[in-house]
Every structure is written in C-alpha cells, then in structure tokens.
C-alpha cells in the first residue's frame, strides 16, 4: 500500500530518490537497497520514517529475536530487512505490483541463512485479509503509511485483523497534514497509543500501539 501519490518538497531532497542506490549500516551489515523512482515511485525510494524505524529496532528496545512480525507497505523493505537481521521471522508485504521490487531488495542483502525467516507477501489493506491468519504477529510495523487519507479504515482494519490482544505496532511517519492527527485518533478507539521515540533532525515520530482489552473499554 505504499505505491500512493505523493508531493515531495524541494527542501526535502527530492534529488536522492533518484539515486539508483541508498547504502545503510545496520545490525553490522552494510544495506544496499536499489531505488526505481521513475518505475514505482513512492513505493521505490527509502523514505527518513524507514531510517528511524529501522535504527529503533537497531537500539534492541523491542526484543525480535524469535518474534514474529509483519512490515506493511514495506516498499523497498528497508524496515523488514533490518528485523530480519535483527533475528525477527518476518512477512515483508506491499501491493502487488511492487513485490518483485521488493523481492529483489530483500534477497539482496540478506544472507542465505537468515533468507529462510524473510518472506516476501502480497497485502492490498481491507482486501486480502484471508491469506493472514487473525493475530498472526507479535509485530506489526509501518513507515510513513498513513498519510494518504482515502487508506486510513482500510489500514485501521488490516490492524485489527492482523493483532491480537499481545501484539505491537509500531508506526513511524511525519506529521505533515492534520489529517495524520485524524488517523490517530482513530487508531486510538481500539488501540492504546503512545509516543515512543522522536528524531528531531528528520522530525519523524514513532508511535506505539496495542490493542485496548474489553477491560479497558468498560
């Protein structure tokens, strides 16, 4: 679901998303994920949301040794790769019409012995649901998906469908419109929410999420 349009600024640097290559250091491995912007578009370049995602699983504040999660609109999969190495089994998924992308990107740069805990899936939200089972993961993950309104019930949906009463998600985006605050609120309905890291320099959020218990609605 990342393939959505998107304005990028001037300011932001547009220019490195053209890059036919953005190189990262993560979990002692150097990360090499190929960009096709022309192609794909947003669904093809690393976006900050991903970086900063990816260097809080690196800060082992989440345990992903053994843990199952699931990155949604994954796009080149940065943020899946990282968790892999990190020791997570992980379901990298998107639309399908960027998985071969994406596929390529995580057979890439992981190695042989950890390929067998990445699994790359297709996930159109509020469609597909059926191929996954109901609170299948103990982690859901997400960069810069919630921007785009018209996405915002299906994402909400394929969040609960997704969690169980143990599971976390942990969204990293940038607040860019009002309408990012919309989605929280939303979320907040029918699961705690809190924020949990801030990087002031790229001015991306990361916010935590776990499904409320009947106790707590009553």
Aim: charged share 20%; aromatic share 10%.
């Amino acid at each position: 679901m990342a393939l959505v349009p998107y304005v990028e600024t001037a300011e932001m640097g547009l220019q490195r998303f053209h890059k036919p290559l953005a190189t990262f250091s993560f979990a002692n491995h150097t990360i090499q994920i190929r960009q096709d912007w022309k192609q794909l578009g947003v669904a093809a370049v690393v976006w900050d949301a991903a970086v900063v995602l990816a260097t809080y699983l690196e800060m082992g504040t989440v345990e992903l040794r053994g843990c199952s999660a699931v990155e949604l609109g994954a796009g080149t999969g940065l943020v899946g790769i990282v968790a892999a190495l990190l020791g997570a089994h992980v379901t990298i998924t998107d639309r399908k019409v960027a998985l071969e992308f994406l596929k390529s990107n995580v057979q890439a740069n992981l190695p042989p012995h950890i390929q067998p805990k990445a699994v790359v899936k297709e996930l159109t939200w509020g469609q597909n649901l059926g191929s996954f089972s109901p609170g299948e993961f103990d982690l859901i993950l997400g960069a810069d998906i919630i921007y785009l309104e018209e996405t915002f019930a299906d994402l909400l949906q394929t969040l609960e469908h997704l969690c169980s009463n143990h599971s976390m998600v942990l969204l990293a985006c940038r607040i860019r419109y009002e309408r990012d605050y919309n989605f929280l609120a939303m979320l907040e309905r029918q699961f705690t929410v809190s924020k949990v890291y801030y990087d002031s320099e790229k001015d991306v959020h990361i916010y935590k999420a776990q499904r409320r218990c009947l106790r707590e609605d009553l």
